[in-house]
C-alpha cells in the first residue's frame, strides 16, 4: 500500500539539525513531553514543523487510529493467528470478557504470592525462574532494574541450552529453600522443558523428597504443564492472546512480584495504563510513541537506516536493550505485509549497550562512521547511588553525546573531522521505579505497534522462529533425517552429535 504522505515521507529531503533549530524556534517544546514521570526529547531528530503536521494524514492513511481502536477493544489485530493482542487487557484494556479473566487469574498470582510469602512452601529464600525469549527477559529487566542492592530474595534466570548457563544459575541458589518457575507460553519449548527437567534433578540430587512440589508453572497452555506433572493448583495460566514479548504483565513476572513486592508489580501495571492512555488519546503531534515511530519511519523508509541503537546511562538499565531486541525485532523483522504483499524495508535492527561502557567501544563508529544509526540515550535523573558526583559525571556524558552527535565539529583533518548531524532521541525519567518503568515498556510496545501500522506489518505474529526450531527437531534424529547440504552434515560429523 502506497499512500501520498508515505510516499512524501520516504521522500522528502532531510534538513541539517542544526538548520532546524534555527529555522523552527519552537522547536524544542513541539518535541518534547512529559508522561508518567518521563521526559522524552525528540528534538534531535529530523523531524520537522511540516512533517509533524503531515502526521494526522499519514496516521490516517495507515489505518492508525482504527488499528489502534482494535487494539484497545480487544479486536483481532493478529490476523494471521485470528487472535487479539491481550497483553493491553492485563492493564485494564480491551475486551470486557479479556480484562475481568486478566484480573482473576492477577487475583490467584497475587493469593499464590502471598502463600509462598506465607510460607506455604516452606522457608523459600531463592527462585529460579526458567523461561527463555519472552518468558525470561521481561521479569529479568524487571528485577535487575528495580531490586536494588538488597533484594527481597535471590533470583537466578535460566534459559540457554546449555549446562554451563545452569550450573551459574544455581550455583546461587541453595535447593532446599529454592522454588523453580517454569515459564513458557506454549509449555512446549525445548530448551525451558530441558532446563525444567535438569532442575527437577537438581532438587532431587539435594535430597528434596518431592522436586514437582516446588514447581510453579506459569503458561498459556495449562494442559502441557498438567501432563508435565505440575498439579493444578501452582499452575498461573495467561491468556494465548499475550504474545510472549509482550507477556511480563502477566502471570510470567510472578518472580518479579516476589522479588520486589506485589505493591511493585501493581505499580508497573499503573505506569503502562498511564502510557496507554497517552497513547490512545494524545493528538498525533503530541503523541510521543507515534513521534518516535515517525522518526523511525523516516530513517528507515528515506534514509535506509537498518540498524537503531539503544543505550542505557543507568546500569539498572543494562538488560533494556536486549528487551527491546526481542520487542521490536520479532514484532516488525517482517519481509511481508499483513496482507501478504512483499515490503521494502521493515525494522532496522536494534542494538545497544550501557553508557558510559560503550563510548569507550562502538561510539566511534556512530560519531565517523558511514552508516546512519540513530541512538537512543535513556537515563535517570534522580540518582540512587552512594556516589552522586559519578552520577552527575554519568548524566553529562549521555546529553555531550547526543550534543556531539548532532553538532559534529569540522577540521580540515579529515581523520578529525565530525560531520555532525548525526539523530538521537533522550529519555529522561525522573527516577526509575515501578511506575517509571512500566511507563517506559508501554512506550516501546505503542511505538512498535505505531511502527507497524505504518509499515503496514502484522506486529503480533512470529513465524520466523519456527524452521530453525523444525531443523533442529530433525537433526535430533540424525543429519540423514534432516536432508541437509554437505556443509550441515560435515559440522555435525565434526562435533560427534
Ligand atoms: O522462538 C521464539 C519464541 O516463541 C518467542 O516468541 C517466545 O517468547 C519464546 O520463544 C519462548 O516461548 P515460550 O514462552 O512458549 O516458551
Redesign the pocket.
Known amino acids: 500500500m502506497t499512500t501520498s504522505a508515505w510516499t512524501d515521507l520516504s521522500n522528502r529531503g532531510l534538513t541539517p539539525l542544526s538548520t532546524l533549530f534555527e529555522q523552527e524556534p519552537d522547536r524544542l517544546s513541539r518535541l518534547t513531553g512529559e508522561v508518567a514521570g518521563i521526559y522524552f526529547d525528540l528534538s534531535k531528530t529530523h523531524i520537522d514543523a511540516k512533517l509533524v503536521e503531515t502526521l494526522p494524514g499519514l496516521a490516517e492513511e495507515r489505518g492508525l487510529s482504527a488499528a489502534r481502536d482494535a487494539l484497545f477493544a480487544g479486536g483481532i489485530v493478529n490476523p494471521t493467528e485470528g487472535r487479539p493482542a491481550d497483553h493491553l487487557a492485563e492493564r485494564g484494556q480491551g475486551a470486557a470478557g479479556a480484562v475481568d479473566s486478566a484480573a482473576a487469574r492477577r487475583e490467584r498470582m497475587r493469593a499464590l504470592v502471598d502463600a509462598i510469602e506465607a510460607g506455604a512452601f516452606g522457608d523459600i529464600t531463592g527462585v529460579l525462574h526458567i523461561?527463555?525469549?519472552?518468558?525470561v527477559l521481561g521479569p529479568a529487566l524487571l528485577v535487575d532494574a528495580l531490586s536494588g542492592t538488597a533484594p527481597r530474595i535471590d533470583v537466578s534466570f535460566l534459559s540457554n541450552i546449555d549446562g554451563q548457563a545452569f550450573d551459574r544459575a544455581v550455583e546461587v541458589l541453595d535447593p532446599a529453600t529454592t522454588l523453580v518457575i517454569a515459564?513458557?507460553?506454549?509449555f512446549t519449548?525445548a530448551e525451558?522443558l530441558s532446563n525444567l527437567q535438569a532442575a527437577m534433578d537438581w532438587l532431587r540430587g539435594a535430597g528434596i523428597a518431592d522436586p514437582q512440589g516446588r514447581v510453579i508453572a506459569v503458561t498459556a497452555a495449562p494442559e502441557a504443564a498438567l501432563e508435565a506433572g505440575i498439579d493444578d493448583t501452582r499452575i498461573l495460566q495467561f491468556s494465548e492472546g499475550v504474545g510472549?514479548?509482550y507477556s511480563l504483565w502477566s502471570a510470567v513476572s510472578v518472580t518479579a512480584a516476589l522479588a520486589l513486592g506485589w505493591t511493585a508489580f501493581e505499580e508497573l501495571l499503573e505506569g503502562a495504563a498511564e502510557m496507554d492512555r497517552h497513547f490512545r488519546y494524545s493528538e498525533p503531534g503530541k503523541n510521543l510513541a507515534l513521534l518516535a515511530a515517525l522518526a523511525d519511519q523516516l530513517y528507515v523508509q528515506n534514509a535506509g537506516a537498518q540498524s537503531r541503537a539503544v543505550f542505557a546511562y543507568d546500569e539498572r538499565l543494562e538488560l533494556l536493550p536486549s528487551y527491546l531486541q526481542q520487542l521490536e525485532m520479532?514484532s516488525n523483522g517482517k519481509s511481508v505485509s499483513v496482507t501478504g504483499e512483499a515490503v521494502e524495508r521493515s525494522a532496522p535492527v536494534t542494538w545497544g549497550g550501557v553508557g558510559t561502557d560503550a563510548q569507550h567501544a562502538v561510539f566511534q563508529l556512530l560519531h565517523q562512521g558511514t552508516a546512519l544509526i540513530p541512538v537512543e540515550f535513556v537515563a535517570v535523573a534522580e540518582d540512587e547511588s552512594s556516589l552522586p558526583d559519578h552520577h552527575r559525571l554519568l548524566l553529562l556524558n549521555a546529553f555531550a553525546q547526543g550534543a556531539a552527535l548532532m553538532r559534529g565539529k569540522p577540521s580540515d583533518d579529515p581523520h578529525r573531522n565530525y560531520a555532525g548531524n548525526r539523530p538521537s532521541i533522550t529519555i529522561l525519567l525522573d527516577r526509575l521505579d515501578p511506575r517509571t518503568l512500566g511507563a517506559l515498556i508501554a512506550f516501546y510496545e505503542h511505538r512498535t505497534f505505531a511502527n507497524a501500522v505504518l509499515m503496514g506489518i502484522n506486529p503480533f505474529d512470529?513465524f520466523g522462529?519456527e524452521l530453525g526450531?523444525e531443523i533442529a527437531r530433525k537433526l535430533g534424529e540424525g543429519a540423514e533425517a534432516a536432508d541437509l547440504d554437505p556443509s550441515t552434515r560435515a559440522l555435525m560429523e565434526r562435533a560427534a552429535i
Open positions: 523461561g527463555i525469549g519472552g518468558s515459564a513458557s507460553k506454549t519449548t525451558t510472549g514479548r520479532e512470529q522462529v526450531k
